[in-house]
């Protein structure tokens, strides 16, 4: 069974203490597809200091808190993705301009009108850019012990700002991986 079997859309990649890459270095990305020709998803816990109002004016009032650009990966920069919660009730089936994930959670077509998304929603987040796996990578780098595979919860990806968010998903994850969340950011600190 290959090493990235457990990766689905709606699954974290929790990166491992060891990952030092500036890129990925105690991160949670959320996978938005998987399959064989390769893998896409966005860091949940990289806030960026662009307003979200001054690249997307029309959804930028709509965004949740902090109301900033997130960094969603180190491929395409200039991309904005952006994942909706949906709100309890609402169903996306037949609905234009999102695309479902998993459970509550949709990809949603920036190019469609706020005004009637929106209000489907129990929050929103745009990403610039996203992380990005050729067929075999990520397989590889879950072999080498850079990631950890965890199923996410549908609040995650509106996970405030200003919360560790790696470390959270670490420590729900029970024994042994909870330890992993009291691992300094450097063990000099230790």
Known sequence: M????AVEPGTLL???P???DKNFRRTVVYIIDHRSEGTLGVVLNRPSEVPVDDVLPTWGPHVTRPGSVFVGGPVDQKTALCLAAMRTGEELTGVTGLIGVRG?????DLDADPDVLVPKFRGMRVFAGYSGWDVGQLAGEIDRGDWIVVPALPGDVLAPAEQDLWG???RRQGMPLALLATHPGDVKDN
């Open 2 to 5: 290959p090493s990235d079997a």
């Open 14 to 16: 929790v990166a491992a």
């Open 18 to 20: 060891g990952l030092l």
């Open 104 to 108: 509550p959670v949709a990809l949603v």
């Open 168 to 170: 959270r998903v670490l």
